[in-house]
């Protein structure tokens, strides 16, 4: 999104927020350049939502201010507080002269509490803008990504192939702060060579551990059987258990990568190359959420790859081991070690999609 820090600052209550910390770390600095904002300044105070309340922030804020035109006071880390059932901050009693930024910082867990961060978040934009304040909300842009390593590239004096640049975004899960992080390591690695290449992404990058998972069951779904391990073990290397690598991100993953493959193959069966050009009585079966129509441009062309390969009879059976997998893991059937159990889903997985010989 494009960031007018001019209008901003016509608002008493300011929140950043969004997935992609690049950019709302950049917008936020850039704000307070505009606001003439700096660190030590005495009208400034600073919060941490989870040792703070927001009774707290609109006192500071409606403190009268010293030496400067407006009182500012900057929370950190807003979604740790979670509003209360019927609270309601008092945002909309702050002062002229009040200036209140509340930032929505990266926050770590497993996919169940980065969804409830979600519904954080979006109690918080609706109070913010209840209030009258601005929500700002900074999302990943793979296309804008991809220009933006581009450039990071060149400033650092070199080149990089269109592939790598791809990969890289991939393997960062189209996080331009991860990715901008990674070629730091890139630029070290290839000391003496001008150009960052494709195989040098893979060897250093230490991807997400979705696009682990994704190249695991991609591997599975082309007949690469050694690749599909080797990224299993890859996942299991920083699981103390096998059980826990499974429930928390394998399971939940790969089973949402089947939903997208079987929403990919109606679409081909409606002779459509993209979810975007599906007609109505394709598109209106996509579910609200893992719908395909909302992901990442540089994961629908692989699926739609894949999902042409495959009949809805496979993906069907594809599912039915992920539910045999879970249930072995669970002790509902007999099973061996957790990792026997998950190199037998996908050997598995790759004989119901493996044409036979």
């Given at each position: 999104?494009?960031?007018?820090?001019?209008?901003?600052?016509?608002?008493?209550?300011?929140?950043?927020?969004?997935?992609?910390?690049?950019?709302?770390?950049?917008?936020?600095?850039?704000?307070?350049?505009?606001?003439?904002?700096?660190?030590?300044?005495?009208?400034?105070?600073?919060?941490?939502?989870?040792?703070?309340?927001?009774?707290?922030?609109?006192?500071?804020?409606?403190?009268?201010?010293?030496?400067?035109?407006?009182?500012?006071?900057?929370?950190?880390?807003?979604?740790?507080?979670?509003?209360?059932?019927?609270?309601?901050?008092?945002?909309?009693?702050?002062?002229?002269?009040?200036?209140?930024?509340?930032?929505?910082?990266?926050?770590?867990?497993?996919?169940?509490?980065?969804?409830?961060?979600?519904?954080?978040r979006k109690n918080w934009e609706k109070a913010v803008s209840t209030a009258g304040g601005l929500s700002l909300t900074f999302d990943p842009d793979?296309?804008?990504?991809?220009?933006?390593?581009?450039?990071?590239?060149?400033?650092?004096?070199?080149?990089?192939?269109?592939?790598?640049?791809?990969?890289?975004?991939?393997?960062?899960?189209?996080?331009?702060?991860?990715?901008?992080?990674?070629?730091?390591?890139?630029?070290?690695?290839?000391?003496?060579?001008?150009?960052?290449?494709?195989?040098?992404?893979?060897?250093?990058?230490?991807?997400?551990?979705?696009?682990?998972?994704?190249?695991?069951?991609?591997?599975?779904?082309?007949?690469?059987?050694?690749?599909?391990?080797?990224?299993?073990?890859?996942?299991?290397?920083?699981?103390?258990?096998?059980?826990?690598?499974?429930?928390?991100?394998?399971?939940?993953?790969?089973?949402?990568?089947?939903?997208?493959?079987?929403?990919?193959?109606?679409?081909?069966?409606?002779?459509?190359?993209?979810?975007?050009?599906?007609?109505?009585?394709?598109?209106?079966?996509?579910?609200?959420?893992?719908?395909?129509?909302?992901?990442?441009?540089?994961?629908?062309?692989?699926?739609?790859?894949?999902?042409?390969?495959?009949?809805?009879?496979?993906?069907?059976?594809?599912?039915?081991?992920?539910?045999?997998?879970?249930?072995?893991?669970?002790?509902?059937?007999?099973?061996?070690?957790?990792?026997?159990?998950?190199?037998?889903?996908?050997?598995?997985?790759?004989?119901?999609?493996?044409?036979?010989?």
């Amino acid at each position: 999104m494009t960031f007018q820090p001019e209008k901003a600052l016509k608002h008493r209550v300011v929140m950043f927020g969004g997935d992609e910390e690049a950019w709302r770390q950049s917008a936020l600095q850039e704000f307070l350049v505009a606001a003439q904002i700096q660190k030590d300044d005495f009208d400034l105070q600073t919060f941490n939502a989870d040792e703070s309340t927001p009774m707290d922030w609109c006192a500071a804020a409606g403190t009268l201010p010293f030496l400067a035109e407006r009182r500012t006071v900057i929370v950190r880390h807003l979604l740790r507080r979670d509003l209360e059932k019927g609270e309601k901050p008092k945002f909309e009693m702050l002062p002229e002269y009040a200036l209140l930024i509340l930032v929505a910082d990266d926050e770590s867990g497993d996919e169940n509490r980065q969804g409830r961060l979600k519904t954080l978040r979006k109690n918080w934009e609706k109070a913010v803008s209840t209030a009258g304040g601005l929500s700002l909300t900074f999302d990943p842009d793979p296309k804008a990504v991809k220009e933006e390593i581009k450039r990071a590239v060149t400033k650092l004096g070199k080149t990089i192939s269109e592939q790598a640049a791809t990969t890289l975004m991939e393997m960062t899960g189209g996080s331009l702060s991860r990715a901008l992080d990674e070629l730091q390591k890139l630029d070290l690695f290839v000391v003496g060579q001008n150009q960052i290449r494709e195989s040098d992404v893979k060897e250093v990058v230490m991807p997400s551990r979705e696009w682990n998972v994704y190249r695991m069951v991609d591997s599975v779904f082309v007949g690469q059987m050694q690749e599909a391990l080797s990224q299993l073990r890859i996942l299991m290397s920083s699981a103390t258990k096998a059980e826990e690598a499974a429930f928390s991100r394998i399971l939940p993953t790969v089973s949402r990568h089947l939903r997208l493959l079987w929403q990919a193959r109606a679409c081909v069966e409606a002779n459509c190359s993209s979810p975007n050009l599906a007609p109505e009585s394709v598109s209106r079966l996509f579910p609200e959420k893992n719908s395909i129509a909302k992901e990442q441009p540089y994961r629908l062309g692989p699926l739609m790859k894949t999902a042409a390969r495959l009949s809805f009879s496979q993906i069907e059976r594809c599912f039915a081991i992920v539910a045999d997998t879970d249930a072995r893991l669970k002790g509902s059937l007999s099973s061996f070690s957790g990792l026997d159990t998950l190199e037998r889903m996908l050997l598995e997985m790759s004989a119901v999609v493996t044409p036979p010989r």
